[in-house]
T-cell receptor
Framework: DTEVTQTPKHLVMGMTNKKSLKCEQH?????MYWYKQKAKKPPELMFV???????INESVPSRFSPECPNSSLLNLHLHALQPEDSALYLC?????????????FGDGTRLSIL | DQQVKQNSPSLSVQEGRISILNCDYT??????FLWYKKYPAEGPTFLIS?????DKNEDGRFTVFLNKSAKHLSLHIVPSQPGDSAVYFC?????????????FGGGTRVLVKP
């Protein structure tokens, strides 16, 4: 069982819709991450939050908007996405961003843009 | 420019035998290395890690070897079991100047035959 929970598991949306992906962890981790994974490719980092503050934005288009309401929750708000944004979106957490501790991943949200 | 490479996209091994997965990297500033296993429709699961100050770390059936001079690490699974069939990603963590980000290899698909 994964200790990082992502909802929903699947999401189909049109290019004009607004939706949000949610991620929750209760391991007391202070770093949380969003990754995008396309088929047969490794995960690509999108955003990093450390102590609820955005630390890294990997030049992600503004149609993706992250939010960290508290230390256990991480959201990814989606608006006006493109078909090429269809992918598996993974959330991860680790004890702290700078420490040599593994990141633990959720099972992801599979997003399809019509 | 791929900083972490897994040159074997797939590996087939008989149950009970050893699986050896290889990973090469180019950035000498990487200081922490990890292996993840991924089943279809699930997120990556952390397997084992090694700090750059060590050359070997063992956990049950899994052993990771690090050769810093060759910028090479490997994962040994012995004995291999059918449940080990999955895609395996190696990952490397950069230093503070690189934002301590994880860089993933392209993955190796392992098939363990009964």
């Amino acid at each position: 069982d994964t200790e990082v929970t992502q909802t929903p598991k699947h999401l189909v949306m049109g290019m004009t819709n607004k939706k949000s992906l949610k991620c929750e962890q209760h391991m007391g981790h202070r770093a949380m991450y969003w990754y995008k994974q396309k088929a047969k490719k490794p995960p690509e980092l999108m955003f990093v939050y450390s102590y609820e503050k955005l630390s890294i934005n990997e030049s992600v288009p503004s149609r993706f908007s992250p939010e960290c309401p508290n230390s256990s929750l991480l959201n990814l708000h989606l608006h006006a996405l493109q078909p090429e944004d269809s992918a598996l979106y993974l959330c991860a957490s680790s004890q702290e961003r700078l420490s040599n501790q593994p990141q633990h991943f959720g099972d992801g949200t599979r997003l399809s843009i019509l | 420019d791929q900083q972490v490479k897994q040159n074997s996209p797939s590996l087939s091994v008989q149950e009970g035998r050893i699986s050896i997965l290889n990973c090469d990297y180019t950035n000498s500033m990487f200081d922490y290395f990890l292996w993840y296993k991924k089943y279809p429709a699930e997120g990556p699961t952390f397997l084992i890690s090694i700090s750059s100050i060590k050359d070997k770390n063992e956990d049950g059936r899994f052993t990771v070897f690090l050769n810093k001079s060759a910028k090479h690490l490997s994962l040994h699974i012995v004995p291999s079991q059918p449940g080990d069939s999955a895609v395996y990603f190696c990952a490397a963590k950069g230093d503070k100047a690189a934002g301590n980000k994880l860089t993933f290899g392209g993955g190796t698909r392992v098939l363990v035959k009964p």
